[in-house]
């Protein structure tokens, strides 16, 4: 698959975007079990966290990885209405481009030390989510990777419709299935948004 990106912005995952159930990064999808590695499909990783010191998350909340096929497929089962929504809300508040202009040259961590809407870094306790684009054992740096507080993952979920929520909880009981640790972890949060 050819990505129209610089091979300067492919990376190391850092460890924060590895699995906390095997302390490995992500080797499957979690809706149709692709493996990354094998299928050089690209995959977007959502954890949700609390407590992110040096560059360490102190607990995880949920994680899980998908491919780009099962992320795209899950987006559009959500809500017109939803979809409409929430890509407002994005170009309302976030400047993509300038962002990565200001972080090209920053250490790695800077990506998600502050919130990609709310400009700050979580407060003590409180939970948010990270997001990451990679290819095999490669990450994105470009819009991908960010951090997002729960203050502003609340308003967001303001804009979605009950259907979209209904699928939004829907996905989270379809894949209990799996092993009982990402049954607890999934069970503790579930995806809120799935960007
Ligand atoms: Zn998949």
Same mark, same amino acid.
């Given at each position: 698959m050819q990505l129209p990106y610089p091979e300067e912005a492919w990376k190391e995952i850092p460890?924060?975007?590895w699995s906390d159930l095997n302390q490995l990064p992500f080797q499957t999808c979690l809706m149709c079990n692709t493996n990354f590695e094998e299928? @050089? $499909?690209p995959y977007l990783i959502e954890k949700a966290v609390k407590g992110i010191v040096g560059g360490q998350a102190l607990s995880t909340v949920f994680e899980y990885a998908v491919c %780009?096929?099962? +992320? #795209?497929?899950m987006n559009l089962s959500l809500s017109e209405s939803s979809r409409i929504k929430i +890509?407002? &809300?994005? =170009?309302?508040?976030?400047?993509?481009?300038?962002?990565? #202009?200001?972080? @090209?040259? +920053?250490? $790695?961590s800077e990506w998600i030390k502050n919130c990609l809407v709310k400009h700050r870094p979580?407060?003590? $306790? =409180? =939970?948010?989510? %990270? &997001? +990451?684009?990679?290819?095999?054992d490669k990450m994105l740096y470009h819009e991908f990777p960010y951090m997002i507080t729960s203050e502003a993952l609340d308003e967001m979920l303001q804009l979605l419709s009950a259907k979209t929520l209904d699928i939004l909880n829907g996905f989270k009981d379809d894949f209990f299935d799996g092993p009982p640790e990402l049954k607890e972890l999934l #069970?503790?949060?579930?995806?809120?948004? %799935? %960007?």
């Open positions: 460890k924060i975007f299928s @050089q $499909q %780009l096929g099962c +992320a #795209e497929q +890509a407002q &809300y994005f =170009e309302t508040h976030i400047h993509f481009n300038a962002r990565r #202009e200001a972080l @090209q040259d +920053a250490e $790695q979580p407060r003590e $306790q =409180e =939970e948010c989510q %990270l &997001y +990451a684009f990679c290819l095999g #069970e503790k949060g579930g995806p809120k948004v %799935l %960007l």
